[in-house]
């Protein structure tokens, strides 16, 4: 069974009815209860979204060679 925090003992349980969910940014991500108390849990697993980033653009030709446009 999943681990998660449960914030209302305070402490790490198990989780209880645990359902595993895609959220809309693509990461997955398991929802369930607490044990003890009941309490909603919800653990991100993370996962496929890092494959996206957009800031790993290579800088464009033009600011590289900024005397292009000379002779
Ligand atoms: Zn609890």
């Avoid at 009941?38 to 993370?46: C, P, S």
């Amino acid at each position: 069974m999943p681990e998660g925090y449960c914030v209302r003992c305070k402490a790490k349980k198990e989780i209880a009815d645990s359902v595993e969910e895609t959220m809309k940014n693509g990461r997955r991500a398991i929802k369930g209860r607490c044990p003890v108390c009941g309490t909603v849990m919800f653990k991100i697993l993370g996962g496929k979204a890092s494959a996206s980033r957009p800031s790993t653009e290579p800088p464009s030709e033009s600011a590289l060679n900024p005397s292009n446009a000379g002779s």
